[in-house]
């Protein structure tokens, strides 16, 4: 039978002083290195970009936006600048009070001290907490090492805050697309001795703030503070910042910083991020058209059976959501749909949650790319109408299976499209279009999807198959794209429908088409 129907780097030049050196090597006898500055006015350059561009090997760059307040910070050399921190797979949840729980893998760095368990992340309209438990906070670290290079970076525990989910702004490196650093921090001052000392009065306590024009971070002793203690039954480390404001938990990346200089250069980070879910929102009403005939042409008026389709798709980084659809329609449920992340997929029946004209599911998210419901409005009914393509299937004999040729024609503009072949077994998909790649093959079928399609464009498609029985091949049309800012909850109003909310348990960047329903099965 064949069917055509329709249907998506850390430099953290925290910083009062930075001196970045070229470490690059000269050759014997070669001139004297430079020192370049860099300030708002009155030096050698307005920016570090510029600076580093005009060095030369063995130069040092010296960035003066803060010197009145003697905070100093260095940058370990110019690969510092490039450095990604890197980190362990971590899961996070919605704590009770609506604080975010991030989770780390405890094990991964080599200092105690250092090695990130557990992350809480509160905000009220006045501060913002965070607690960043460890495996272990000693009574005494030793502080200004003799093999610590004077003005670098010791230790440091910090939250760094892209405040806009946007990584395209704020600092460009390591920790993308941040603006705001809550930490606690110690530099090495010139001409310290070795001290033992606490966490608390080892280090300095500040907001950072990124200045995007400057490239530097900085920090303004008028506006923002920060208050910090330690909790040593928890091995807990408790930093309060002001000021904040409690929505930045629906609009930002957080990630969890600690460093340990220990000595000669030698970094040691652990990094825990929290990342932003996201998924697809698609609510369709399709239109399938079952046949036997192989040539299906878009001047010819079918019997189509209407079936809608609300799903999410794309889905990242989220364990699960609940799906309200809202109605007043005669509703008729009919399955539910997942597909798994290697590949297999599950139909199954989980009835709705009935509370009035509100239909709820449950839908588990974890390990999959998407989770979805099947149901009808009304009646079962025939519409007709006019497909979107010319399709033509043909199959020839070649030894023992069968070669499955697959032609089709979009007479509109097309955004999308799927094309499914299914038998007892997939031998070899041996043509597609260059528009098209395999999105799954198992052994009894084979997906392949698409980007943009032109109007009027042939494309031929050749599978070879143990006992072909199937072809699909869905089909939607351009209506637009939107991304909403990341959020718990979204709502979405549908034709002929009524709508469609969906929560999840964590901000959720939900991207949707502009306008639903949208797409067709033809």
Known sequence: MIKANSGL??????????????????????????????????????????????????????????????????????????????????????????????????????????????????????????????????????????????????????????????????????????????????????????????????????????????????????????????????????????????????TSKFYIVTCYNSGDHSFERDFAALPVPKSEIHVHKKEYLSTYDTYIDHNKIYDFTPRWTANVWDVENLNNVTYTITTSKNFTYIDNYERYQNGTENTFILPPTIEGQNYIWALPLKDRIGSGISFVLGSSQTVQDNPWADMEVNTTNEGDYT????????????????????????????????????????SSYVELDSGDLNQDQVYNFSVLVDNPNEVNLWLDATFGWEVESPSDIITLAIAELGGVTVNADVPVIWEHTSTLPQGCIT
């Open 403 to 442: 070669r499955v040729n697959v032609t089709f024609k979009p007479v509109i503009p097309l955004d999308w499209c799927n094309l499914q072949v299914r038998g007892d077994q997939i031998i070899d998909v041996s043509a597609y279009p260059p528009e098209f790649f395999i999105d799954a093959l198992t």
């Open 9 to 250: 780097g850390k430099r953290v030049l925290t910083a009062a002083l930075v001196v970045l050196f070229f470490t690059a090597f000269t050759a014997a006898g070669a001139s004297a290195a430079d020192t370049i500055t860099v300030c708002s006015s009155g030096c050698d350059y307005t920016t570090i970009q510029a600076a580093v561009d005009a060095a030369s090997a063995g130069d040092a760059i010296v960035a003066i936006p803060y010197m009145e307040k003697a905070e100093r910070v260095v940058a370990q050399d110019l690969n510092y600048t490039t450095s990604y921190v890197t980190g362990n797979q971590i899961n996070f949840s919605k704590g009770v009070n609506g604080d975010l729980v991030i989770n780390d893998s405890i094990g991964d760095v080599a200092y105690d001290f250092i090695d990130i368990k557990q992350g809480i992340i509160s905000v009220n309209d006045i501060n913002l907490t965070v607690r960043i438990q460890l495996v272990n906070i000693p009574h005494q670290l030793l502080f200004d090492k003799t093999n610590v290079t004077d003005w670098y970076e010791e230790y440091e525990w910090a939250l760094y805050i892209d405040i806009d989910g946007n990584t395209s702004t704020g600092c460009p490196y390591t920790t993308v697309g941040t603006e705001y650093a809550i930490s606690c921090r110690h530099f090495k001052s010139p001409d310290s001795i070795p001290h033992y000392d606490s966490l608390i009065n080892g280090t300095q306590r500040n907001v950072w703030v990124y200045n995007s024009s400057g490239e530097y971070w900085h920090t303004d002793y008028g506006i923002y503070e920060v208050y910090a203690n330690v909790d040593y039954d928890t091995n807990t480390l408790t930093m309060v910042g002001t000021p904040f404001n409690s929505t930045i938990l629906n």
